[in-house]
Nanobody
Framework: QVHLVESGGGLVQPGGSLRLTCVISGEILRLADMGWYRQAPGKQREMVAHITSEGTRNYADSVKGRFTITQDYARGTVYLDMTSLNSEDTAVYYC?????????????WGQGTQVTVSS
């Protein structure tokens, strides 16, 4: 089982920015697709940003141009930089390893990190 630790969430005003961090083994990071997901109250969990082991990025339409996923192999870390946040971005954010379709159906989840966008 892959061990992941998410951090960086918090309360931010609309229009603000946050950086989320996911720590994972560097060796796994080199081999696996990685993604950030979120689940808002009363809604299904959804993929927010995804990066393949080859570096191909994919984003949910709702965050394109605002969120950026990057990874640091040396630190074994995946980041999600979020800008121009709005209330629709309020959710618990999770990271996970693997193809996004598989992750959403079969993966187990950590505690995530809460992001709240509110004035």
């Amino acid at each position: 089982q892959v061990h992941l630790v998410e951090s960086g969430g918090g309360l931010v005003q609309p229009g603000g920015s946050l950086r989320l961090t996911c720590v994972i083994s560097g060796e796994i990071l080199r081999l696996a697709d990685m993604g950030w997901y979120r689940q808002a109250p009363g809604k299904q969990r959804e993929m927010v940003a995804h990066i393949t082991s080859e570096g191909t990025r994919n984003y949910a339409d709702s965050v394109k141009g605002r969120f950026t996923i990057t990874q640091d192999y040396a630190r074994g870390t995946v980041y999600l930089d979020m800008t121009s946040l709005n209330s629709e971005d309020t959710a618990v954010y999770y990271c996970n390893a693997g193809p996004s379709n598989w992750v959403l159906q079969f993966a187990s989840w950590g505690q995530g990190t809460q992001v709240t966008v509110s004035s």
